[in-house]
T-cell receptor
Framework: EAQVTQNPRYLITVTGKKLTVTCSQN?????MSWYRQDPGLGLRQIYY???????DKGDVPEGYKVSRKEKRNFPLILESPSPNQTSLYFC?????????????FGDGTRLSIL | TQLLEQSPQFLSIQEGENLTVYCNSS?????LQWYRQEPGEGPVLLVT?????EVKKLKRLTFQFGDARKDSSLHITAAQPGDTGLYLC???????????FGAGTRLTVKP
Protein backbone atom coordinates (compact mmCIF):
# COMPACT_ATOMS: atom_id res chain seq x y z
CA GLU A 1 0.00 0.00 0.00
CA ALA A 2 1.30 3.42 -1.01
CA GLN A 3 1.80 5.53 2.06
CA VAL A 4 3.67 8.23 3.93
CA THR A 5 4.52 7.20 7.48
CA GLN A 6 5.34 9.63 10.26
CA ASN A 7 6.57 8.88 13.76
CA PRO A 8 5.78 9.61 16.47
CA ARG A 9 2.07 10.47 16.12
CA TYR A 10 2.04 12.34 19.42
CA LEU A 11 4.83 13.83 21.52
CA ILE A 12 4.86 16.01 24.61
CA THR A 13 8.28 17.34 25.50
CA VAL A 14 10.03 20.28 27.13
CA THR A 15 11.72 23.38 25.81
CA GLY A 16 15.26 22.80 24.57
CA LYS A 17 15.19 19.01 24.32
CA LYS A 18 16.19 18.03 20.79
CA LEU A 19 13.70 15.90 18.92
CA THR A 20 13.34 14.28 15.52
CA VAL A 21 10.14 13.44 13.66
CA THR A 22 10.70 10.76 11.07
CA CYS A 23 8.97 10.55 7.68
CA SER A 24 9.19 7.70 5.20
CA GLN A 25 7.45 7.13 1.86
CA ASN A 26 7.31 3.92 -0.18
CA UNK A 27 6.31 5.41 -3.55
CA UNK A 28 9.79 6.29 -4.83
CA UNK A 29 8.76 9.95 -4.88
CA UNK A 30 11.41 12.56 -5.59
CA UNK A 31 9.72 15.46 -3.79
CA MET A 32 9.05 15.56 -0.07
CA SER A 33 8.02 18.36 2.24
CA TRP A 34 7.10 19.25 5.79
CA TYR A 35 4.15 21.42 6.82
CA ARG A 36 2.81 22.69 10.09
CA GLN A 37 -0.91 23.23 10.55
CA ASP A 38 -2.21 25.84 12.98
CA PRO A 39 -5.81 27.02 13.51
CA GLY A 40 -6.79 29.76 11.08
CA LEU A 41 -3.47 29.59 9.24
CA GLY A 42 -3.84 26.41 7.25
CA LEU A 43 -0.84 24.40 6.17
CA ARG A 44 2.43 26.29 6.00
CA GLN A 45 5.48 24.75 4.40
CA ILE A 46 8.57 24.43 6.60
CA TYR A 47 11.12 22.76 4.30
CA TYR A 48 11.02 20.81 1.09
CA UNK A 49 13.32 18.51 -0.83
CA UNK A 50 13.31 18.06 -4.59
CA UNK A 51 15.54 14.99 -4.42
CA UNK A 52 18.28 13.30 -2.44
CA UNK A 53 20.67 15.84 -0.91
CA UNK A 54 18.58 18.75 -2.27
CA UNK A 55 16.63 20.68 0.38
CA ASP A 56 15.34 24.23 0.61
CA LYS A 57 13.46 26.49 2.98
CA GLY A 58 9.71 26.91 2.82
CA ASP A 59 7.72 29.73 4.36
CA VAL A 60 8.43 29.05 8.05
CA PRO A 61 11.86 27.34 8.36
CA GLU A 62 13.13 29.06 11.54
CA GLY A 63 13.91 26.59 14.31
CA TYR A 64 13.84 23.53 12.07
CA LYS A 65 16.35 21.41 10.18
CA VAL A 66 15.91 18.63 7.66
CA SER A 67 18.05 16.13 5.81
CA ARG A 68 17.53 13.95 2.74
CA LYS A 69 20.22 11.29 2.67
CA GLU A 70 17.95 8.67 1.11
CA LYS A 71 15.04 9.06 -1.27
CA ARG A 72 12.48 7.48 1.04
CA ASN A 73 13.29 9.35 4.29
CA PHE A 74 12.94 13.02 5.19
CA PRO A 75 13.31 13.62 8.95
CA LEU A 76 12.38 16.91 10.59
CA ILE A 77 14.72 18.00 13.39
CA LEU A 78 14.00 20.50 16.14
CA GLU A 79 17.39 21.20 17.71
CA SER A 80 16.05 23.33 20.56
CA PRO A 81 12.25 23.21 20.57
CA SER A 82 10.28 26.14 21.91
CA PRO A 83 6.59 26.48 22.86
CA ASN A 84 5.78 28.34 19.61
CA GLN A 85 6.61 25.13 17.76
CA THR A 86 3.65 23.40 19.37
CA SER A 87 1.64 22.40 16.33
CA LEU A 88 0.35 19.62 14.11
CA TYR A 89 3.00 18.55 11.60
CA PHE A 90 2.52 16.81 8.28
CA CYS A 91 4.99 15.20 5.96
CA UNK A 92 4.01 14.94 2.30
CA UNK A 93 5.47 13.52 -0.87
CA UNK A 94 4.75 13.72 -4.58
CA UNK A 95 6.28 12.15 -7.63
CA UNK A 96 8.29 15.21 -8.53
CA UNK A 97 8.36 18.96 -8.22
CA UNK A 98 5.45 20.28 -10.22
CA UNK A 99 2.22 22.03 -9.41
CA UNK A 100 -0.11 19.40 -10.90
CA UNK A 101 1.34 16.51 -9.00
CA UNK A 102 -0.96 15.22 -6.22
CA UNK A 103 0.56 15.26 -2.76
CA UNK A 104 0.31 12.29 -0.44
CA PHE A 105 0.24 13.17 3.24
CA GLY A 106 1.12 11.28 6.38
CA ASP A 107 -1.37 11.12 9.25
CA GLY A 108 0.34 13.89 11.19
CA THR A 109 2.42 14.35 14.32
CA ARG A 110 1.00 16.42 17.15
CA LEU A 111 3.83 18.09 19.06
CA SER A 112 3.40 19.86 22.38
CA ILE A 113 6.40 21.78 23.67
CA LEU A 114 6.05 22.79 27.33
CA THR B 1 -2.83 37.71 4.38
CA GLN B 2 -3.29 34.27 2.87
CA LEU B 3 -2.48 33.81 -0.81
CA LEU B 4 -5.58 31.64 -1.03
CA GLU B 5 -8.64 32.86 0.90
CA GLN B 6 -11.26 30.28 1.66
CA SER B 7 -14.83 31.06 2.70
CA PRO B 8 -16.73 30.43 4.76
CA GLN B 9 -14.32 29.40 7.49
CA PHE B 10 -16.98 27.29 9.20
CA LEU B 11 -20.21 25.82 7.85
CA SER B 12 -22.76 23.71 9.70
CA ILE B 13 -25.73 22.33 7.78
CA GLN B 14 -28.35 19.62 7.91
CA GLU B 15 -28.13 16.41 5.94
CA GLY B 16 -29.65 16.82 2.48
CA GLU B 17 -28.81 20.52 2.07
CA ASN B 18 -26.65 21.89 -0.72
CA LEU B 19 -23.61 24.07 -0.11
CA THR B 20 -20.82 25.90 -1.89
CA VAL B 21 -17.40 26.81 -0.55
CA TYR B 22 -15.02 29.19 -2.21
CA CYS B 23 -11.30 29.60 -2.75
CA ASN B 24 -10.19 33.02 -3.98
CA SER B 25 -6.93 34.73 -4.82
CA SER B 26 -5.60 37.79 -6.59
CA UNK B 27 -2.91 35.59 -8.18
CA UNK B 28 -3.21 33.39 -11.26
CA UNK B 29 -2.66 29.68 -10.72
CA UNK B 30 -1.63 27.08 -13.26
CA UNK B 31 -3.84 24.64 -11.37
CA LEU B 32 -5.70 24.31 -8.11
CA GLN B 33 -6.25 21.26 -5.96
CA TRP B 34 -8.94 20.45 -3.41
CA TYR B 35 -8.22 18.23 -0.43
CA ARG B 36 -10.40 16.89 2.37
CA GLN B 37 -8.97 16.31 5.81
CA GLU B 38 -10.66 14.27 8.53
CA PRO B 39 -9.71 14.43 12.21
CA GLY B 40 -6.52 12.55 13.00
CA GLU B 41 -5.57 12.17 9.36
CA GLY B 42 -3.66 14.01 6.68
CA PRO B 43 -5.33 15.79 3.77
CA VAL B 44 -6.45 13.57 0.91
CA LEU B 45 -6.58 14.87 -2.64
CA LEU B 46 -10.08 15.12 -4.13
CA VAL B 47 -9.42 16.76 -7.49
CA THR B 48 -7.05 18.91 -9.53
CA UNK B 49 -8.46 21.54 -11.90
CA UNK B 50 -6.16 22.80 -14.60
CA UNK B 51 -8.04 24.68 -17.32
CA UNK B 52 -9.80 28.02 -16.78
CA UNK B 53 -13.57 27.43 -16.68
CA GLU B 54 -13.11 23.71 -16.10
CA VAL B 55 -15.82 21.83 -14.22
CA LYS B 56 -15.14 18.45 -12.66
CA LYS B 57 -17.65 16.20 -10.93
CA LEU B 58 -16.92 13.61 -8.28
CA LYS B 59 -20.26 11.98 -7.38
CA ARG B 60 -22.14 14.73 -5.44
CA LEU B 61 -19.17 17.12 -5.50
CA THR B 62 -18.74 19.64 -8.32
CA PHE B 63 -15.51 21.60 -8.65
CA GLN B 64 -15.11 24.66 -10.83
CA PHE B 65 -11.99 26.60 -11.80
CA GLY B 66 -12.59 30.27 -12.57
CA ASP B 67 -12.12 31.51 -16.13
CA ALA B 68 -9.22 33.71 -15.03
CA ARG B 69 -7.68 30.85 -12.97
CA LYS B 70 -7.71 32.96 -9.81
CA ASP B 71 -10.52 31.20 -7.96
CA SER B 72 -12.32 27.92 -7.53
CA SER B 73 -15.49 26.64 -5.92
CA LEU B 74 -16.68 23.35 -4.52
CA HIS B 75 -20.40 22.61 -4.56
CA ILE B 76 -21.84 19.67 -2.65
CA THR B 77 -25.33 18.44 -3.49
CA ALA B 78 -27.45 16.72 -0.84
CA ALA B 79 -24.72 16.74 1.79
CA GLN B 80 -24.24 13.63 3.92
CA PRO B 81 -22.70 13.30 7.41
CA GLY B 82 -19.81 11.53 5.73
CA ASP B 83 -18.96 14.80 3.96
CA THR B 84 -17.97 16.32 7.32
CA GLY B 85 -14.36 17.47 7.32
CA LEU B 86 -11.93 20.26 6.59
CA TYR B 87 -11.83 21.22 2.91
CA LEU B 88 -8.57 22.76 1.74
CA CYS B 89 -7.70 24.35 -1.56
CA UNK B 90 -4.09 24.47 -2.68
CA UNK B 91 -2.15 25.69 -5.66
CA UNK B 92 1.10 27.05 -6.97
CA UNK B 93 1.02 30.58 -8.42
CA UNK B 94 1.90 30.67 -12.10
CA UNK B 95 5.65 30.62 -12.55
CA UNK B 96 6.24 29.23 -9.06
CA UNK B 97 6.08 25.54 -8.18
CA UNK B 98 5.74 26.00 -4.41
CA UNK B 99 2.30 24.78 -3.35
CA UNK B 100 0.33 27.07 -1.04
CA PHE B 101 -2.70 26.10 1.01
CA GLY B 102 -5.75 28.05 2.08
CA ALA B 103 -6.79 27.95 5.74
CA GLY B 104 -9.72 25.68 4.91
CA THR B 105 -13.47 25.45 5.36
CA ARG B 106 -14.59 23.27 8.24
CA LEU B 107 -17.85 21.58 7.22
CA THR B 108 -20.19 19.82 9.63
CA VAL B 109 -23.18 17.94 8.25
CA LYS B 110 -25.69 17.01 10.93
CA PRO B 111 -27.89 13.92 10.54
Amino acid sequence: EAQVTQNPRYLITVTGKKLTVTCSQNMNHEYMSWYRQDPGLGLRQIYYSMNVEVTDKGDVPEGYKVSRKEKRNFPLILESPSPNQTSLYFCASRRRWGSNQPQHFGDGTRLSIL
Amino acid sequence: TQLLEQSPQFLSIQEGENLTVYCNSSSVFSSLQWYRQEPGEGPVLLVTVVTGGEVKKLKRLTFQFGDARKDSSLHITAAQPGDTGLYLCAGAPQGNNDMRFGAGTRLTVKP
